[in-house]
T-cell receptor, first 114, second 115 residues
Framework: GENVEQHPSTLSVQEGDSAVIKCTYS??????FPWYKQELGKRPQLIID?????GEKKDQRIAVTLNKTAKHFSLHITETQPEDSAVYFC?????????????FGKGTKLSVKP | EAQVTQNPRYLITVTGKKLTVTCSQN?????MSWYRQDPGLGLRQIYY???????DKGDVPEGYKVSRKEKRNFPLILESPSPNQTSLYFC??????????????FGAGSRLTVL
């Protein structure tokens, strides 16, 4: 089945620095890659996603890049702020057109130090 | 307000005592799913449903049951809970299957402890 590997599992940065989280997937036919953010004690919420027909997508301080050849995609957060502290999950489709499910990475706990 | 509602939010129970965690969405979503979240293991899918009366196993279905008799409700049933089912559970829904860029909306979570 599809495996989504997410690294690093924890990441600590100083406020204002950039943070990068990377995920790899195994199925070259995968075509949709979302990122979810889960603040402490809260539910996961979508923050950005990308489809396989583009290589990069930006939304203010966050961006996602996709390398289809290498089968990896990354979340980039610039000018980090304390409110960026959370667990971030990447996801990719499970292979097989009839299922339509996503498989999630194990998460990255980002800590932004003031 | 568009939302996914789970109940109970917190529950402590004992081994073998049947329990049900309810999940309801008011967005007319076709797809619903249950996940469990454990430290270091991320979000693992238990069961999912693509529409009314259609349910299927996810990655970790053992010890759980679900039903989808109505579009809005997707209860998770633990017939005989065991301590290894102690976890944080999330229900989620999306308009259609999430792999086609349909956003998953998560409930607030249900923290279950089985003694």
């Amino acid at each position: 089945g599809e495996n989504v590997e997410q690294h690093p599992s924890t990441l600590s940065v100083q406020e204002g620095d950039s943070a990068v989280i990377k995920c790899t997937y195994s199925d070259s036919a995968s075509n949709y890659f979302p990122w979810y953010k889960q603040e402490l004690g809260k539910r996961p919420q979508l923050i950005i996603d990308i489809r396989s027909n583009v290589g990069e997508k930006k939304d203010q301080r966050i961006a996602v890049t996709l390398n289809k050849t290498a089968k990896h995609f990354s979340l980039h957060i610039t000018e980090t702020q304390p409110e960026d502290s959370a667990v971030y999950f990447c996801a990719a489709p499970v292979p097989g057109g009839s299922q339509g499910n996503l498989i999630f990475g194990k998460g990255t706990k980002l800590s932004v130090k003031p | 307000e568009a939302q996914v509602t789970q109940n109970p939010r917190y529950l402590i129970t004992v081994t073998g005592k049947k329990l049900t965690v309810t999940c309801s969405q008011n967005m007319n979503h076709e797809y619903m799913s249950w996940y469990r979240q454990d430290p270091g293991l991320g979000l693992r899918q238990i069961y999912y449903s693509m529409n009314v009366e259609v349910t299927d196993k996810g990655d970790v279905p053992e010890g759980y049951k679900v039903s989808r008799k109505e579009k809005r409700n997707f209860p998770l049933i633990l017939e005989s809970p065991s301590p290894n089912q102690t976890s944080l559970y999330f229900c989620a829904s999306s308009l259609e299957i999430p792999s086609r860029a349909n956003v998953l909306t998560f409930g607030a979570g249900s923290r279950l402890t089985v003694l």
